[in-house]
Each structure stands twice: as C-alpha cells, then as structure tokens.
C-alpha cells in the first residue's frame, strides 16, 4: 500500500476506519448524539461560508506556521481530546501522540485514555497537552493536574461541555456500555472484524488485561467491564467558575476551557484567568441543539479575542474548514475523528494521513484564494452573506 494508504480525504479514511472496526467502536467514535441534529448543523454552518479569493498574490512562499502561548507549530491544527482512543488500535493514543510531534502540532490527550498520560509522555514527545473532565472529588480531579505537570504535559484543556455523561442511545443498541457485557450482537460485530480482534482487544488481553482507563486513581481504575463508580463516565454537574479559578492557581502554564458556545463564557473564561477557550460543541455530540461553533466564533473572537486565544472545533474534515475559522479570527482548529479514523486504519501512519491531508489541503487552498500564508488570513478573505458588509 503506497503512503495515501488509499486515502484522498478525509471521507476516504472515514470508509476505511467504518470496515476496520467493529460497528459499535465506529459508530462509538463517529456518531453524534440524539436525532444528530448539531453533527449536521456543524457540517452545514461550515458549507455556508464561502471564500472570497484574492487576485493577483504571490502566494510562492505558503506558511502554515503559527505561534500559540509562545510556542511555533507547523500547521494551524492541533489533534482533539478523544477518550478511548485506544479501542481504535492498541495504544492508539501514543500512535495518535507521535504522528502529531512529527507533524510539528499539539497533540491532546484525554483523561479518559487507556494509555496512561506518563506513558504518552515517554513514548511520544512534541507538545503535549492534557484534557480534564472534573471529577466529583475535586481533590482526585487537582492530582491529576499535579501528574500532568509533572509528566511535562505544557497545556490543560478544562472540558466544560459535559456535566453529564450523554445519551447516546446507538451505544445501548450496539452493546457499547461501560460496564461493558459480551452480547451476542456485540460478539458478531467483534468476530467479523479479525483485525481489530486481533489487532486490537487480542493485544490488550495478552499484555495488559481489558483496556481501561489508565488515568483514573488507583482503585477507580475501570476496567471496561466493570462500572466505575456506577457511572459510565466520571464527570461532575457541580462544576462552576470557582473551580476555574482553582485550577488556575495550580496550572500555571497554558488554561484553556473547552466547550464555550457563548461570548459571554468566553469573557468570564478571561475574567478566570484562562488563556484560551476552545468554541466546540464536542463535535455534535454534547447537546444536540446548539449553534455551530464555526458560527458562534466571530462573536467569541470579537468579545475576548484580545484577552484570550480563540480556538475552535467540531465538523472541521476539509482544509477548507480551517481556513475559514481562521479567517474568522480563530489562533486554531482542534481535529477530532478524522485524525481518530486514520489512526484506526493505520495506526501511527494512518494519524500522519489524516493530517497531510489537512496540510494539502490548506497549502493548495491558501494559492487558490491568493494568500501567503495562514498570518494573513482575514475577513477579507470570506464572502459577506447577502446584505452584509464585506470585510466587517
Ligand atoms: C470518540 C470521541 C471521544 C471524545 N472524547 C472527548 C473527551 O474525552 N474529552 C473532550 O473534551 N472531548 C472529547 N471529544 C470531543 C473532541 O475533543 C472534539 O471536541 C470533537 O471531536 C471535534 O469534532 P470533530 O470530531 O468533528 O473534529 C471526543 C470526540 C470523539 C469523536
């Protein structure tokens, strides 16, 4: 198989990842939540903007390059908190981890990973950044800062979208509960995927035992077949800005919240010291009504865009996408499932596709719209709606 691994977008590496796993992991990491109205609504919102291309640019030497909280990256793209990232391939976080160092973006990994966070930090390198869900015992919840700080990771992401754990109802169908139990539908879907079987589980089970999440106190330490704390995710619904204000004290590098939908929170975010929010939705799958974070981004950027980072995510498959939510003002765009589909398909290799992708794609769009690079991105660079003044 030469280097596209077959793969021309991003579609192509959501085909592959669908035939890879087993039907209740694809649909886990693909699927939204309820009626997916806010996974449609994300795709659409993006679709509705259009480019308004330059004419006449030396577009000879392209950069991607961008600085955030002091750091360079190759490219405007960072790789998105995904929990259980492992059940795409053993160890997918580290796959996940290195192909972002070699691509010269953040990687960020989940507290619900199965590769415990000082294990990606040995294993991977590059810029690390490491996602919070807050636990009911905040004590718990600020231990585990204290290990990410020591483990070296540069930047916490604060998950603020998801006081409960949602619904998701295709995962009751397909079997996909925690506590996990072998049905005999989810045992089919397991038998006629033998890559993954093998690939994957086969690999856990002769090594390390069930996958389960690495980062969770000793004790809690879930396997997937048993109920942590009788929830199926640990989250907390008591969470307030006071607890922003906390972890500020004890993170002193780069805060950032993640699932701001509002320039309101954005503000507050700032007023708590924070140095970016993340505009996302959770990728359609938090609640499933919301505007599209790519809609939401101008009124975020044009409250707190001088007082914070902006970044965004949800929905962004093209690179297309990212130079849209940059000319609107966005320092970044976090990736979710495509870079999980690649890694799913290939592994490490399979997370390097998914991001050349992008790194094509931006590269041949930034000449096609006559733009030396994405610094220079702008409004300008965007079609006004019908009525609205150009470049505002
Ligand atoms: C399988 C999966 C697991 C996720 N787990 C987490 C998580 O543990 N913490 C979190 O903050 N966001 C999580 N997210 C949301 C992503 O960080 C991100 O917001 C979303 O995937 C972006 O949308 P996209 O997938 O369309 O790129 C998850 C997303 C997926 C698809």
């Known amino acids: 198989m030469d280097k596209s691994l077959g ?17 209740g992991v694809f649909e886990f990491f693909d699927r939204g939540n309820g009626d997916e109205q806010a996974l449609i609504e994300n795709r659409a919102a993006l679709e509705r903007i259009k480019l308004a291309p330059h004419a006449l640019v030396d577009t000879s030497r ?40 070699a691509a010269g973006i953040p990687f960020t990994l989940a507290t619900g990973s199965m590769t415990s966070l000082e294990r990606v930090a040995e294993q991977a390198g590059g810029t690390l950044w490491f996602q919070i869900y807050m636990w009911p015992d905040r004590s718990l919840s600020h231990r585990l800062v204290e290990r990410a700080k020591a483990a070296g990771y540069q930047a916490l992401v604060v998950t603020v979208d998801t006081p409960v754990p949602p619904g998701r109802e295709y995962n009751l169908r397909n079997g996909m509960t925690v506590p996990f139990r072998f049905t005999r539908r989810n045992v089919s879907d397991v038998l006629v995927h033998p890559r993954w079987l093998t ?3 086969m690999r856990y089970l002769l090594t390390t035992g069930m996958p389960r999440y690495e980062n969770y106190p000793s004790g809690m330490q879930s396997r997937i077949t048993a109920a942590p704390m009788g929830r199926s995710m ?21 805060l950032m919240v993640k699932g701001i939908l509002h320039a309101r929170d954005a503000v507050l975010a700032a007023d708590c010291g924070a140095d970016g929010v993340i505009v996302s939705n959770h990728g359609g799958r938090a609640v499933d009504s919301t505007r599209a974070p790519i809609e939401v981004l101008p009124e975020v950027v044009d409250a707190a865009g001088k007082r914070l980072a902006v970044l965004v995510d949800s929905g962004f498959r093209r690179g297309a996408d990212v130079v849209k939510a940059l000319a609107l003002g966005a320092k ?26 992008y790194r094509d794609e931006i590269d041949r769009l930034l000449a096609l719209i006559g733009c030396p690079g994405v610094a220079h991105l702008g409004r300008d660079y965007l079609a006004a709606p019908a009525g609205m003044d150009a470049g505002a």
């Open 7 to 23: 793969a021309y977008d991003i579609a192509d590496l959501c085909g592959l990842a669908r035939r890879r796993l087993p039907k």
């Open 62 to 101: 392209r950069s991607q390059e961008i600085t955030l909280f002091g750091q360079r990256h190759g490219m405007p793209i960072a790789v998105a908190p995904t929990g259980s990232a492992g059940l795409a391939w053993h160890e997918g976080e580290i796959a996940l981890a290195r192909a972002a160092a």
């Open 199 to 201: 690939g994957v589980l």
């Open 234 to 254: 640990m989250v907390s619904d008591s969470l307030t800005w006071d607890d922003l204000r906390v972890l500020r004290k004890l993170w002193p590098q780069a």
């Open 332 to 357: 970044a765009v976090l990736i979710g499932r495509a870079t999980l589909y690649g890694v799913a398909v290939a592994g490490q290799e399979g997370a390097a596709r998914a991001i050349e992708i």
